[in-house]
């Protein structure tokens, strides 16, 4: 945790805001000065969000969503933060998860058979390059991008049978 703290402070200290998950068992203190609990003895927060105090960190606002039953809680230094504002927030870094997963699993992005600068430079460029296109197919089909990529692959070996069977005389068709 030290050096989430650390990250946590420096954002801070940049006067940039930040929003990330807690685990519930982490200390907080409703006052600077009072008893340490864990955030899961806290109780009912209301969805207007908490000030607490964090070990290491300082006054931040805690909120509390339930997922599955679960609740899962959100720190942000933005002591002013709505619940709409949170909700934005949460929902646009969901989206900027879903596009890495994306970017990752569908063009490769992660797979780097080079090490030097400019041709991983080339590399990344390609794959977003490919990763936009996919999602202009993913949006005009409304497919999902392992659809597209099913598809993609499907037509590309089929095309490479043909190609292999007329090459070495075996098509029947």
């Not at 990330?20 to 209301?46: A, D, H, M």
Request: with cysteine; charged share 25%; hydrophobic share 45%.
């Amino acid at each position: 945790m030290v050096f989430e703290q650390r990250n946590l402070k420096l954002i801070d200290k940049l006067g940039l805001f930040y929003l990330c998950r807690i685990k519930r068992n982490r200390k907080i203190n409703l006052s600077k000065n009072g008893e340490w609990i864990s955030i899961k003895e806290l109780g009912e927060i209301p969805e207007s969000g908490l000030i607490v105090y964090l070990r290491k960190v300082g006054y931040v606002k805690l909120f509390c969503l339930s997922r599955n039953g679960k609740a899962v809680y959100y720190i942000t230094n933005n002591l002013f933060m709505s619940f709409g504002e949170f909700q934005e927030v949460k929902n646009a870094s969901w989206r900027i998860e879903e596009f890495h997963r994306g970017v990752k699993q569908c063009c490769n992005i992660g797979n780097f058979f080079v090490r030097k600068r400019f041709p991983v430079l080339g590399h990344i460029s390609l794959a977003m390059r490919a990763f936009f296109i996919l999602e202009k197919i993913r949006i005009d089909k409304k497919i999902t991008w392992y659809e597209f990529r099913r598809e993609l692959n499907r037509i590309a070996v089929g095309n490479a049978i043909i190609s292999l069977c007329k090459e070495t005389g075996l098509l029947l068709i």
